[in-house]
């Protein structure tokens, strides 16, 4: 389905960052409630870059403030460029790796309201059981949630 996009180009872009971080138990995804068409939503720890910060540290502070974990960000893996009616984002996912603190679920200081309401490493099966609608659309492009951290290059999803 299309749409104007004459009516879009008012949106602001938004950058964000996002961090996969692979165990043998899974992949860590925060669940965000009221988001999406189907209620809530599955994604990778992340969130905007403020200004005057860099990509880096923008991913080790929202990690911080969303998982309570301190993080050493590694390689670049893709971007993700995200249009509808009302969100046009671009994320840039990284792969990250854990040297300290102890998973807890924190929150976005962004919004009023607090939407993220549980942080756990799921497993690849749990992640490839979930309706396509309740996880990142990074997923569409994965025949399986475990090649995640395998993705290169530029994706582009828009109106999931």
């Not at 403020?50 to 670049?76: G, M, P, Q, Y």
């Amino acid at each position: 389905m299309d749409f104007d996009l004459k009516k879009t180009n008012s949106l602001q872009v938004r950058v964000r960052v996002c961090g996969l971080h692979l165990t043998e138990q899974g992949i860590l995804l925060l669940k965000h409630e009221g988001i999406g068409k189907k209620g809530f939503l599955w994604s990778p720890p992340g969130g905007g870059i403020e200004s005057n910060e860099n990509a880096r540290s923008a991913l080790i502070r929202e990690f911080k403030e969303e998982t309570h974990l301190d993080i050493v960000v590694e390689d670049f893996c893709f971007t993700n460029e995200y249009l509808d009616k009302q969100v046009h984002a671009l994320e840039l996912f990284f792969s990250v790796r854990v040297i300290g603190g102890h998973l807890k679920l924190g929150q976005d200081p962004e919004l009023k309201k607090q939407i993220l309401t549980q942080a756990d490493y799921l497993s690849f099966e749990q992640v490839n059981q979930l309706h396509k609608l309740n996880k990142h659309n990074a997923f569409q492009f994965c025949s399986d949630a475990a090649h995640i951290n395998k993705l290169r290059g530029y994706y582009f999803f828009k109106n999931i």
